[in-house]
């Protein structure tokens, strides 16, 4: 993520300066980027400085622009058509990225950025911050399970063998499937994500084996576009072989304790825990709740999708 440029930092750009290092040598001396350095350089030359660059000059202007940044945000924040948008959709649990990157196509002339949002949401502070979508969760330390652990899963074709058409997301029919278990009952998720559009399909299994998976699997997805899923090496997923003659697709395993080599699926378990946290007890959970998440997630617009929605993407 990028952080402006501190006041030490400028300080050293100016000595620099003044010995004749190049931007290049600065940026490399500094850990940035040399167009990070030249446009320092550029929008911080003050006449009234007498020289190049100083960096006295160059953080008053920097802190003169981040206030009047902030009164335009705050300016924008008030209009009520920008306002009442934003109120709206984040109690429908968008992201402020999601807002403001949908807003300009359903209001016409109106657009806000998402760091004016967040700007504006932890002003007002936990009424509104509880409505942001989660925080990534913590890593896991590596290292802290047993990695000698053996696989039992049988033909299992590993992720390092998927081809780079699957991995850069370059054609539909890309699957990534997992479950989502609970302490509090027997019944369980199967969670299907397509790869390219993020397009979701939910079902509530009464128990998380390897035959309900199976048959979960094969009704969901008889109807779909399918060329290969990736799994992990829980035991459910035992059955990949029979599932790949039914639907006529590949199937491709996860390294080891590596969950993240299918953050599709992933991510989308993280949102849908927005609606079934943990220690919701899935029994109590009826279908049409399910199907529920599953149309508000597909018609919910992405940001890696140009805040389109999976549904619009796929079909």
């Known amino acids: 993520m990028y952080k402006h440029l501190s006041q030490e930092e400028r300080i050293q750009i100016q000595t620099l300066l003044k010995e004749k290092m190049s931007v290049r040598k600065i940026a490399e001396r500094l850990g940035r980027k040399p167009s990070t350095i030249s446009r320092e350089i550029k929008r911080n030359f003050w006449d009234a400085c007498r020289i190049e660059y100083n960096s006295s000059c160059a953080d008053r202007k920097y802190k003169e622009r981040k206030i009047k940044a902030n009164k335009k945000r705050i300016k924008k924040m008030q209009d009520q058509q920008i306002l009442s948008y934003t109120l709206s959709h984040l109690e429908l649990g968008w992201s402020p990225e999601q807002i403001a990157g949908r807003m300009p196509n359903d209001i016409?002339?109106?657009s806000v950025s998402y760091e004016t949002i967040y700007q504006y949401v932890y002003k007002q502070g936990e009424s509104l911050v509880k409505l942001l979508p989660r925080k990534k969760p913590k890593r896991q330390k590596?290292?802290?399970?047993?990695?000698?652990?053996?696989?039992?899963?049988?033909?299992?074709?590993?992720?390092?063998?998927?081809?780079?058409?699957?991995?850069?997301?370059?054609?539909?029919?890309h699957w990534e499937s997992d479950s989502i278990v609970s302490k509090q009952s027997s019944a369980s998720l199967n969670t299907m994500v397509e790869?390219?559009?993020?397009?979701?399909?939910?079902?509530?299994?009464?128990?998380?084996?390897?035959?309900?998976?199976?048959?979960?699997?094969i009704q969901k997805m008889a109807?779909?576009?399918i060329k290969s899923i990736t799994y992990d090496n829980g035991l459910e997923n035992y059955e990949h072989t029979f599932i790949n003659r039914a639907l006529g697709c590949n199937s491709y395993f996860c390294h080891p304790y590596h969950s993240w080599e299918k953050g599709s699926v992933e991510n989308t378990n993280g949102l849908i825990r927005r609606y079934l946290p943990k220690k919701t007890d899935f029994n109590k959970i009826s279908n049409e709740e399910i199907v529920s998440i599953e149309n508000f997630l597909n018609n919910r617009p992405r940001k890696r999708l140009n805040f389109q929605t999976p549904s619009e993407v796929l079909f």
């Not at 790869?195 to 509530?204: A, E, P």
């Not at 009464?206 to 035959?211: A, G, L, P, Y």
Request: aromatic share 4%; glycine share 6%; proline share 5%.
């Open 223 to 225: 109807n779909m576009p």
């Open 108 to 110: 016409s002339g109106f």
């Open 195 to 217: 790869r390219k559009s993020g397009y979701l399909r939910l079902t509530k299994m009464d128990s998380n084996t390897s035959e309900n998976t199976k048959r979960t699997i």
């Open 142 to 173: 590596r290292g802290m399970v047993n990695k000698n652990r053996k696989i039992l899963i049988p033909d299992r074709v590993s992720i390092d063998e998927r081809p780079d058409i699957i991995n850069k997301r370059k054609e539909y029919g």
